[in-house]
């Protein structure tokens, strides 16, 4: 409505300026501290990363990493607004609120915002220190390039509050290494400094949509950027109370989002990892300048880190490719795959407990960046949990034994599903995905892929009619969530067993449901899978299986049969695979053997 009426337009005036700018000197004499200190004060041992070397070249000769996975060249003269996968060209005169997200003409808007995020600039900082170079020109160059090439409120890089916040964390971090380089000048950041007010002012003033209309990890970044908002920029007279709302409204976002079992109301181990990035962030600017969040904050953060890090393969750090993954990693702080969490479940760890999960240079690179701040020391150590554990709230069932881990989704829906993925089953063996989940792709592609990674058959679970076990809406919307009526864990001297119960099919029948029970053996390399469908019995059921190695042999009582199906490790990316699935009417039983 505030679109069609032409309020946002009147709210997120084109011709909006600071009015009481501060010079560069000031700002040097009366800066709040950020996590990192200036360039020549840092004390991070310096080492010659060669992943980092390499990544550097690739960015200072034109290129860029999409979505944390693919490179691609942009060249020196990119112009920040056409999409490199269409070659779509958006015109930079036309107010933000005016562009959709969707259009199959422009593509995907998120491969424009992906350069406009600024994370290339960390690795560019990181490069800098550790191989004794001086990139500040270049580095305020392209800051200086992009104010002048995207005019305020106006393009496709003002469309998405999200993303302007994390330009700017992003910035402070050049901002605050360089703040005594020469390339800052005077000119450049009068300019920095009126972008900064506008793109402050553009959050506030939008912040009910993330809060209201989105609610997920757009609203952590806008209110964490928010609260931070007066510590880092304290001579933008609005920020005083701008923070203290976003303060408030920070609290409330993690109090609601992330469940009292440490479990995410998005159900994606990416968006997750999000979240952690963004506390370490916020703890340690808050510590940095004396400043102490509610208890529950540091308690939902303890609990957040270790559900993902009971979920972690220690020989790499992979978890599984679970829940929408549109490759976001905000603070690229280390040279680590953007598959290892490792990195950054380490710095939050270090933050609560004085700690470190692992100690090799490469991992703590994330932590040495963030400040290395230990900012309370009551939360003892996290330690792997062999057996089986209970994540009830979210719905997250993990059995680790043998060097296997075996992963169950069994739960509600209080808040939006993505993904129609409930009583999926992932399996690992030493850190190998052996059985998987075929991740997401994109968000805004062909109707047949996207069909398929957010619908059922691209997971391990039942279809039905040839249906997902929810109704597709529009976007990113489901009709008929799944909702879990039971699920637990019993044990006996020769098998954990799971034992879960879902509504599912309801828009073919409402008193559709699904039962699974799975029996994972202590003595033998199997897991028997029993899966019962109730009141659907005139409609097609598949039983649908993503094996990941050749070792792995899944067999049943009915014949297998062999399908097309399509694997995503990295957003943007996929590869054709073969996948099978069994025929089955109201019942069946599968037997999965491993052979190592």
């Known amino acids: 409505m505030e679109k069609k009426i032409g309020y946002l337009k009147k709210k997120h005036p084109v011709n909006l300026s600071f009015k009481v700018p501060i010079t560069i000197s000031d700002w040097k004499a009366s800066h709040n501290p950020y996590v990192i200190e200036p360039k020549e004060a840092l004390l991070i041992p310096k080492e010659h990363f ?17 979505f944390s996975s693919e490179w691609r060249s942009l060249g020196k003269d990119y112009n920040w607004i056409t999409n490199p996968s269409t070659g779509y060209q958006y015109d930079i005169t036309t107010h933000w609120s005016q562009i959709p997200d969707i259009s199959e003409d422009a593509g995907d808007i998120k491969f424009v915002w992906e350069k406009s995020r600024f994370s290339y600039l960390l690795t560019l900082i990181r490069y800098d220190y550790h191989f004794d170079k001086d990139l500040s020109e270049f580095i305020f160059s392209e800051i200086e390039d992009w104010i002048d090439s995207n005019p305020i409120n106006q ?5 998405c509050s999200q993303e302007i916040s994390l330009r700017i964390l992003n910035w402070c971090f050049a901002i605050y290494y360089y703040q005594n380089s020469d390339a800052l000048t005077e000119e450049r950041w009068q300019k920095i400094q009126n972008v900064v007010y506008a793109s402050i002012h553009h959050v506030y003033h939008h912040i009910d949509f993330s809060r209201i209309a989105v609610r997920n990890n757009h609203a952590i970044t806008e209110t964490l950027f928010l609260t931070l908002s007066n510590i880092l920029f304290p001579f933008i007279p609005e920020t005083k109370d701008w923070s203290k709302k976003g303060l408030k409204w920070f609290e409330d976002e993690i ?13 994606s181990m990416n968006y ?6 963004l506390l370490s962030l916020g703890i340690s600017v808050f510590h940095k300048n004396n400043r102490n969040f509610p208890k529950f904050i540091y308690n939902k953060a303890y609990r957040s880190l270790n559900f993902l890090y009971q979920c972690m393969q220690d020989e790499n750090g992979k978890l599984p490719n679970y829940g929408s993954n549109d490759g976001a990693l905000f603070f690229p702080l280390a040279d680590a795959d953007y598959r290892d969490y490792r990195p950054q479940l380490n710095t939050l760890h270090y933050i609560l407990t004085n700690k470190a999960l692992f100690e090799e240079r490469e991992i703590l690179e994330d932590l040495n960046w963030n400040g290395k701040i230990s900012c309370i020391n ?3 150590p996290l330690r792997k949990q062999q057996g089986v554990q209970s994540f009830d709230i979210g719905g997250y069932f993990v059995c680790r034994d043998n060097g296997f881990f075996t992963f169950i989704r069994c739960g509600d829906h209080k808040d939006r599903p993505a993904q129609a993925d409930n009583l999926h089953l992932d399996i690992w063996y030493q850190g190998k995905n052996i059985l998987r989940d075929s991740g997401t792709y994109k968000y805004n592609t062909d109707s047949e892929k996207l069909r ?3 619908g059922s058959l691209s997971h391990n679970v039942v279809v039905v009619n040839e249906e997902s076990q929810m109704l597709k809406g529009g976007r990113f919307i489901w009709y008929y969530w799944t909702q879990k009526l039971h699920a637990g864990w019993s044990e006996t001297n020769n098998d954990y067993i799971f034992s879960g119960e879902i509504k599912a099919f309801q828009f073919l029948n409402k008193n559709a449901t699904h039962r699974r029970k799975i029996y994972i053996s202590k003595k033998s390399l199997n897991w028997i899978i029993e899966d019962e469908l109730r009141n659907l019995e005139n409609y097609k059921m598949k039983q649908v299986w993503h094996p990941a190695d050749p070792r792995l042999k899944i067999e049943a009582e009915c014949a297998k049969s062999e399908f097309s199906s399509y694997n995503s490790d990295y957003y943007g990316s996929y590869t054709k695979e073969k996948s099978i699935f069994f025929e089955f009417h109201n019942k069946i039983s599968s037997i999965i053997t491993f052979n190592i």
């Open 378 to 380: 009551v939360f003892p």
């Open 272 to 277: 997750h990892r999000v979240v952690i990035q």
């Open 255 to 267: 109090n609601y989002q992330i469940y009292d079992d440490g479990t995410f109301l998005q159900f």
């Open 50 to 66: 060669e992943p980092l070397r390499e990544k550097a070249e690739r960015i200072l000769a034109g290129e860029i990493q999409f």
């Open 155 to 159: 393009g496709p890089n003002w469309r």
């Open 452 to 454: 398929y990674f957010m």
